[in-house]
Structures are given as C-alpha cells and as structure tokens.
C-alpha cells in the first residue's frame, strides 16, 4: 500500500533558527497536505499543495510540492516557542476507486530555552 | 459553528464490550473519516466515507464498522473491543476530496 516517509522523527533546535523537514512517498500524489498537531489536540491544517512544483507560503511557513509528485517539503523560518508541537505531511491521490488521504509518522518539533 | 465535535472524549472500556465512538460536523462536508494514532505510528486510517450512504476501508478496519446514514454523523463501532485498540481516535471532515480534512479534538480510548 501507499506509504509516506517523513524525516526527521524529531528535531531540536534554538528559538530563531529556521527548520525543514520533508516527506517521501513510493506513489504519486495529486495532492499534498501539511498540519500540526498540538498536545492534546487534533492535527489542524497548515497547507494544502495541489500542483506539481507549486511553491506556497502560510506566514514564516513554506511548503514545496515536489515535481516528480512523490516529494513535499516544510520549511519553517525564525522558530518561536509556539512552533512545538508535532508536524505531519499527508498525501492524497484522489481516483474514482480510492480517495484516501495518508499520513506520515510526523515530525516532532521540540525548541530548547 | 462547532466544526467537528467527537464524544465522549475519554472512555475506559474492558476487552469484549462494545461502543460507539461518536463524531458530527455542522459544516456539510461530505467525505468523513476515522484515524487512530499511536506512538510513532501516526495517524493511521481505519474507514472514510465520500458521501451518505457510501463507506469504504482505509488501512486498519478490523474491528471497527461504520456506517453513514447522515451527511452529518459517522459513527465508529467497536465490536468487540481488544487492549490493542487502546489508542487515541479522531474523526476528520472535509467539503470535497482533496480539500484537506478538518479534525475533531479526539476520543481517548483505554481498554484493559
């Protein structure tokens, strides 16, 4: 079945650096989505991805659709403490026969002091 | 608008008993799904629906059923619940497919 690889499992970094994490896939997908999830909470939508090579920005966040569609990738400028949490890349190939989305096993942000 | 509201938010169950986890979104999405996530595994999908009526598998459906009488509500069923189904249950949404859903806060499900 679909799998999506997402690297790194958990990141530690200092208030103000600038953070990227990525997601890969053995299949093609129409569409990429980025979310993060805070303790206790349900994941909530950061960026959607819908074409190849599309380049999109959500404030100090910015996301990348790769062009062979098997790719994605999070990039997140000047950390501040309310970027802990956890970040997961999904995919979706919408068809008549299967419209699933599929996750990764996400990214853990943690911000030292 | 409440979004998407899943009760009850904890639940202690004893392996063999059955419960329906609950989930309604007021925003007219027509597809829905169920996730589980478990340490270092993500959130992995047990069954989604693109419209009343109409259910379909995802990557873990054993134990679980649905069904999708509403446009609103998307029951999820434990039959016959089993300590490996101790995990943390979210209901999603979304308007049409491709969107990207919109999730619920979850139901924590504990069984001993």
């Known amino acids: 079945g679909q799998q999506l690889n997402q690297s790194p499992q958990s990141m530690f970094i200092q208030e103000g650096e600038d953070v990227s994490m990525n997601c890969t896939s053995s299949s093609i997908f129409n569409t990429w989505l980025w979310y993060k999830q805070d303790p206790g909470e349900g994941p909530v939508l950061l960026i959607a991805l819908y074409k190849a090579g599309e380049l999109t920005s959500n404030g100090r966040l910015t996301a990348q659709f790769g062009i062979t569609r098997k790719d994605s990738f999070l990039n997140i400028s000047a950390s501040i403490p309310s970027d802990v949490g956890i970040y997961f890349c999904?995919?979706?190939?919408?068809?008549?026969?299967?419209?699933?989305?599929?996750f990764g096993k996400g990214t853990r942000l943690h911000i030292l002091p | 608008n409440a979004g998407v509201t899943q009760t009850p938010k904890f639940q202690v169950l004893k392996t063999g008993q059955s419960m329906t986890l609950q989930c309604a979104q007021d925003?007219?999405?027509?597809?829905m799904s169920w996730y589980r996530q478990d340490p270092g595994m993500g959130l992995r999908l047990i069954h989604y629906?693109?419209?009343?009526?109409?259910?379909d598998q995802g990557e873990v459906p054993n134990g679980y059923n649905v069904s999708r009488s509403t446009t609103e509500d998307f029951p999820l069923r434990l039959l016959s619940a089993a300590p490996s189904q101790t995990s943390v249950y979210f209901c999603?949404?979304?308007?049409?497919?491709?969107?990207?859903?919109?999730f619920g806060s979850g139901t924590r499900l504990t069984v001993v």
């Open positions: 629906s693109v419209g009343a009526g109409i259910t």
């Open positions: 999603a949404s979304s308007y049409f497919s491709g969107f990207g859903y919109t």
């Open positions: 925003m007219n999405h027509e597809y």
């Open positions: 999904a995919g979706q190939l919408s068809t008549n026969r299967d419209d699933k989305i599929i």
